[in-house]
């Protein structure tokens, strides 16, 4: 590997964003996958960082599910995107930030698309008017979360509790990162690294002191990919593709994933599970798994958030071990209570691969 | 009659227009940027398709041209054009007044960086053709070390919308399999692959190359472009392709992979072509006259091109624009 090589690329596509000030929206399924993460984001984003993030309580999905699996055309998903730039004019902002990186990918997708047709762009407008008397201005700039966690990663760091680092050995924790498709795949210049080399996500690793793990498969699909997933009789593509990423990894005997899709953790957290049923195989040391976290999560653990106030209990593969290996404290009494100690109720225990 | 005749241009297309031009009787001139003239010819080790030694070439045609007048290390920083001719500034200050201007600048080599898949500069047994036949002539690259199992990707930076390269490079293939062949020669254990779109071997003796390649060097032949490269623990490459063929995905492991980088326009005379009106095709080259009649010719009379400055050619056609460039040279300097 030749480091100055990544290095260079890391140089090229960069991206000078706005310091403050941002219109978020949210994903539709991150909420209900990972709910610690965009609540962790919006309070690192205001309350540590000082800035200003606003969030408009009508904003809605941008459609992109159904744009991807074939069920709305583009243009209704076009016409749902510029109802949430609506919002955004309304509210008085002009940079746009999305939870989500699929949602990232509609967004850059159509404003590109409207660059290059300006006709199909004035028929969205009337389609917006024509449906809810709304009109819209595009974002003078569109950024995806985690590029603002990107750019604030070494103001992150001057905050920063517990390092990506292993207590015990005081070795840095090897770290697969691994990108949603939607970041840069479709328009490298847009993610931070371009296509091929992201460095979004190996920019916080670094600045937190992990160490980046490059495995051949790092590159391939985490198994989500809409029709793979969303077409039953299609699952087990989306199975093989996440054991193939496992496979690939496991000589490296990473400590700790880190993502910045919706979808990307989800499956690299639940196919392990379902492969260690399948097989009674895990990934992990000693029978268990391998942590698939968002970066909202990450960022808040070496920040010292309580374990369970970021929904790590949310997550199948069990984040106990890495808490240890960084020296997190946490209460295993509270892992599964509510806000105000509300019992949540325990999942049942997988046979193979182990839940505590 | 001594015409002086600039040729902007020491590799083959220069060299060869200056030994024909002083036969004829006029003045040929030649500026080259570089400290040596041969061009990328002087580069190479062998040629294609018979494995003929390139430096007897390049010999054959210094020897033609010993008693040119020839700047090295030298570029043309400004060129006039009036009644009398062409009036040239060279980067040494020294001035030129020519009849004729002849563009034999030749092409860059694509960086292979730019097909960022390949991975050519961040994994190290990622090389080029270039670097390749450097290694075929000096047996030196610390990157081919006893190798089992080496790839060839074609049309790297060719007949690539993504990096805005339609056009065919036309002697990748060739090359490939005379590369393919060569390092069989030197590893006559490894296993061999060449990945490819089309094989487009339409020279003399190339399909008999081709056959060669695959019944005495056991090279295999996979009908299908590489997509993706990567390294394993053991710094070997991981590389993906479809074998387009038998219509299945593949995965392979390589200890070398090569990658065939096209020819592409040489920018550095784009100043200089600007300044005497010379366009670019659409594929980025020197636009001649036409493709048929003219192909020597340019937009601007008294200017003209020869070689790989129009588009990608083998080294035969590139003497056969050389030598016909002479011609027109000659005949324009007579009918003035």
């Known amino acids: 590997m030749i480091v100055e090589g990544k290095q260079k690329i890391w140089a090229d596509y960069q991206k000078d964003i706005p310091d403050d000030h941002y219109f978020y929206v949210r994903s539709c399924i991150r909420q209900a996958f990972w709910p610690g993460s965009e609540v962790t984001f919006l309070d690192i984003t205001r309350n540590k960082l000082g800035k200003d993030f606003y969030e408009n309580p009508y904003h809605t999905t941008c459609g992109g599910i159904a744009y991807h699996s074939d069920t709305i055309p583009q243009e209704t998903a076009m016409t749902i995107i510029a109802r949430q730039f609506a919002l955004m004019k309304e509210s008085g902002y002009e940079n746009y930030v999305c939870s989500c990186i699929t949602s990232f990918g509609c967004y850059t997708e159509t404003l590109e698309t409207w660059h290059e047709y300006p006709e199909l762009e004035a028929k969205i407008r009337q389609y917006l008017w024509d449906s809810c008397k709304k009109e819209f201005a595009k974002p003078k700039y569109l950024a995806h979360a985690s590029d603002i966690i990107y750019k604030f990663r070494f103001d992150i760091a001057k905050q920063m509790k517990f390092p990506l680092v292993n207590v015990k050995t005081g070795k840095p924790l090897k770290v697969v990162e691994h990108i949603g498709c939607h970041y840069s795949k479709m328009f490298p210049s847009k993610g931070f690294g371009g296509a091929e080399y992201p460095h979004v996500l190996v920019g916080m690793i670094e600045a937190w002191g992990g160490e980046v793990v490059d495995y051949p498969e790092r590159r391939h699909c985490c198994g989500f990919g809409f029709r793979q997933y969303f077409v039953q009789g299609n699952r087990g593509y989306s199975e093989s593709n996440t054991h193939k990423k496992f496979e690939s990894m496991e000589p490296y005997e990473p400590d700790l994933i880190i993502t910045n899709c919706p979808g990307c953790p989800y499956f690299l957290d639940r196919w392990q599970y379902v492969i260690a049923e399948q097989t009674g195989k895990t990934y992990g040391k000693n029978g268990y798994g391998i942590p698939a976290l968002t970066y909202e999560e990450v960022a808040g653990l070496v920040m010292g958030y309580d374990p369970w106030d970021l929904g790590l209990q949310m997550h199948q593969v069990a984040i106990e071990p890495l808490l240890e290996k960084m020296g997190i404290p946490y209460d295993p009494k509270k892992k599964y209570q509510g806000v105000n100690g509300k019992d949540l109720g325990q999942p049942m225990c997988p046979s193979c691969i182990k839940s505590v | ?336």
């Open chain 2, 1 to 336: 009659m001594k015409e002086n005749i600039l040729i902007i241009g020491g590799g083959a297309a220069g060299m060869e227009a200056a030994a024909q031009l002083q036969k004829m009787g006029l003045t040929p001139i030649i500026v080259e940027k570089s400290e040596n003239l041969g061009g990328h010819i002087a580069q190479w080790d062998r040629l294609f398709p018979a494995f003929h030694p390139a430096k007897d070439v390049v010999d054959q045609m210094l020897s033609q041209v010993k008693d040119v007048k020839t700047y090295l290390n030298t570029e043309v920083t400004d060129i006039q054009k009036d009644n009398n001719g062409f009036h040239a500034v060279l980067s040494n200050n020294e001035k030129i007044d020519a009849k004729a201007v002849i563009l034999a600048t030749g092409f860059d080599v694509f960086k292979a960086e730019r097909k960022q898949e390949y991975g050519y500069g961040i994994y190290n047994n990622v090389m080029t053709s270039v670097e390749l036949e450097k290694f075929f002539r000096t047996g030196k690259d610390e990157r081919i070390n006893n190798p089992k199992k080496i790839g060839f990707v074609h049309c790297v930076g060719a007949r690539d919308v993504k990096v805005c390269n339609t056009y065919c490079s036309k002697v990748c293939c060739t090359t490939a399999l005379k590369q393919a062949c060569e390092i069989k020669e030197v590893f006559p254990d490894a296993e061999v692959y060449t990945f490819y779109m089309d094989l487009r071997m339409f020279g003399p003796g190339y399909e008999d190359l081709y056959l060669k390649t695959q019944k005495d060097f056991d090279v295999k032949c996979v009908r299908g472009r590489v997509c993706e490269v990567s390294e394993d623990m053991d710094g070997k490459l991981v590389i993906k392709a479809e074998d387009t063929l038998f219509g299945k995905p593949l995965k392979m492991t390589l200890d070398v992979l090569v990658l065939m980088c096209s020819m592409e326009k040489n920018k550095s005379i784009d100043a200089i072509q600007q300044k005497l009106g010379i366009a670019n095709n659409s594929d980025g080259f020197m636009q001649n006259k036409d493709m048929y009649l003219g192909m020597n010719g340019t937009a601007q009379d008294g200017v003209f091109v020869a070689g790989a400055c129009t588009a990608p050619k083998s080294l035969p056609d590139t003497i056969g624009e050389a030598r016909s460039v002479a011609t027109q040279v000659f005949n324009y300097i007579n009918n003035k």
